[in-house]
């Protein structure tokens, strides 16, 4: 039976994406509603999913699916048991954005830690123009090298910042998992990576063991001149603690590229008008991974993993 190819977010990827070098039909929709999914998919071989939800109960409305092809690294949003349950292959993308997402996190560093969103404030409001002397004196700067960063996710992301954090002269604390009984060579606890970190950044998958991984108890356990970056997930981290942490000095700053839910609803704490004109809080609408070489990376790993599939050898396996 030739596969039945079913592409349900195809605007979610700009880049050049071949067709699979076998005989097949593609169906492809620039997007998709959860509501829609089921239906889309009926006689579908092969789904490409991005974001939108798979779960059990749509999975089980598809006897012909054999594979979902996440164009994408995580997946929390496909019920992977009902896909064991059912032998259908779940295949992800790995390692595209070993390169982008560390350069993203490293831009929000150092936005946050030059102030540099207040120093442009400054200039804008004519402080500079009116200074005694040649420079301004308004706003603290810190650098990177000789603070700590500590890390929390220690896969190909977590990797590319380290190696830049090393770069830029820094010391890397690679956090050991919460709760753990003892701690791994290599690795520090995370209740010290807490305490000692001057910044903390986050690259772990997001699932019920890390959903709110950093809370109240967290943030109150940072250094109050430490930052929270996340490109990771928006769900690794309690939003309304973060804006109290935030808006009582708890910690520095934070930079993240991901909420909890994305898109944002109109309304959404964290897009309060009073919390983003704060210049120390950035908040980019997920694009950390989206440059043009890596969103190319992934499409070509993403055929290449529909083709292993089909050849019996399938690749990237989360279930």
């Not at 309304?240 to 009582?248: C, G, P, S, T, V």
């Not at 499409?299 to 599939?309: G, K, T, Y």
């Amino acid at each position: 039976m030739t596969p039945r190819i079913v592409q349900l977010e195809g605007e979610s990827l700009i880049a050049d994406v071949r067709r699979p070098a076998f005989a097949h039909q593609w169906i492809e929709y620039p997007a998709t509603a959860e509501e829609q999914v089921g239906d889309r998919l009926q006689g579908a071989t092969i789904a490409i999913s991005n974001k939108v939800p798979l779960s059990a109960a749509v999975i089980r409305r598809l006897p012909d699916l054999r594979m979902i092809a996440v164009s994408a690294t995580g997946a929390n949003n496909i019920d992977l048991e009902a896909c064991r349950e059912r032998s259908i292959v779940v295949s992800n993308i790995r390692g595209y954005a070993r390169h982008t997402v560390p350069e993203h996190v490293f831009a929000l560093l150092l936005a946050l830690s030059r102030n540099l969103f207040a120093w442009r404030e400054s200039v804008q409001a004519g402080r500079w123009q009116k200074s005694k002397q040649f420079c301004l004196f308004d706003h603290p700067i810190r650098d990177l090298h000789g603070a700590t960063l500590g890390l929390i996710g220690s896969g190909s992301l977590g990797q590319g910042v380290a190696r830049l954090a090393e770069a830029f002269g820094m010391r890397v604390l690679r956090a050991e998992h919460k709760g753990a009984p003892s701690v791994r060579p290599g690795y520090t606890a995370f209740a010290a990576v807490l305490r000692e970190a001057d910044a903390i950044t986050l690259h772990c998958p997001l699932n019920a063991e890390t959903s709110n991984l950093i809370s109240v108890a967290e943030l109150r356990a940072m250094k109050s001149s430490a930052l929270l970056i996340n490109t990771g997930r928006g769900g690794l981290v309690d939003e309304l603690a973060l804006i109290q942490a935030l808006r009582a000095g708890w910690i520095a700053g934070a930079g993240f590229d991901v909420l909890g839910v994305e898109p944002p609803p109109q309304g959404h704490p964290m897009l309060a008008p009073e919390l983003l004109a704060l210049p120390n809080f950035l908040l980019t609408p997920h694009v950390a991974w989206a440059s043009r070489p890596a969103m190319q990376a992934l499409a070509d790993q993403l055929i290449e993993n529909i083709e292993a599939f089909v050849a019996g050898e399938p690749r990237n396996r989360l279930a």
